[in-house]
T-cell receptor, first 113, second 115 residues
Framework: SQQGEEDPQALSIQEGENATMNCSYK?????LQWYRQNSGRGLVHLIL?????REKHSGRLRVTLDTSKKSSSLLITASRAADTASYFC?????????????FGQGTILTVHP | KAGVTQTPRYLIKTRGQQVTLSCSPI?????VSWYQQTPGQGLQFLFE???????NKGNFPGRFSGRQFSNSRSEMNVSTLELGDSALYLC??????????????FGPGTRLTVL
């Protein structure tokens, strides 16, 4: 299966700490995207990293991609209570995978004030 | 630009009925993808439309169908509803033309409950 597998399934930290979530997959990809979801609402796009990129930053977010290990990680620095949410990695597989993102099961992040 | 909108936001149906959900993409976007989210199966891809043509389809029964109009708005239909169809249905829009850099932007979802 090309589905992303996320680790850990749940993460509980204090405000100000860093949070790291990992995503592993099994097939070739065009890109990998990270999304956030609050309480069963819509998904908010965080970062897209292409298969030929190794690292991207956006504000307090840093995403890395290692295609040789078929893995990615999302780092949230100096976390805030408002970062509490579920985080998903989503893969756009190689080839003609028009519009089809394959999601991991998500990491539930809880940030305690 | 306005984001992706979905209507209705909540829906309650009974088994055997059918339902139609609507999605309006971001202005200028021509691709609309649909996903089903359940606690057990997570987020699963249903289908994708681009310029009124279905380009990709997930592993769902034929009871699930969709279409896209010339203005890129999309609808999905579920016929003969089953209890297991209770889920959050999400649509996402993208330009559909930038290949591997194309970002999908999601709507707020429609929460369907089947009784």
């Amino acid at each position: 299966s090309q589905q992303g597998e996320e680790d850990p399934q749940a993460l509980s930290i204090q405000e100000g700490e860093n949070a790291t979530m990992n995503c592993s997959y099994k097939t070739s990809i065009n890109n990998l995207q990270w999304y956030r979801q609050n309480s069963g609402r819509g998904l908010v796009h965080l970062i897209l990293i292409r298969s030929n990129e190794r690292e991207k930053h956006s504000g307090r977010l840093r995403v890395t991609l290692d295609t040789s290990k078929k893995s990615s990680s999302l780092l949230i620095t100096a976390s805030r209570a408002a970062d509490t949410a579920s985080y998903f990695c989503a893969l756009l597989a190689g080839g003609t995978s028009y519009g089809k993102l394959t999601f991991g099961q998500g990491t539930i992040l809880t940030v305690h004030p | 630009k306005a984001g992706v909108t979905q209507t209705p936001r909540y829906l309650i149906k009974t088994r055997g009925q059918q339902v139609t959900l609507s999605c309006s993409p971001i202005s200028g976007h021509r691709s609309v993808s649909w996903y089903q989210q359940t606690p057990g199966q997570g987020l699963q891809f249903l289908f994708e439309y681009f310029s009124e043509t279905q380009r990709n389809k997930g592993n769902f029964p034929g009871r699930f169908s969709g279409r896209q109009f010339s203005n890129s708005r999309s609808e999905m239909n579920v016929s003969t509803l089953e209890l297991g169809d209770s889920a959050l249905y999400l649509c996402a829009s993208s330009s559909g033309t930038r290949g591997y850099t194309d970002t999908q932007y999601f709507g707020p979802g429609t929460r369907l409950t089947v009784l």
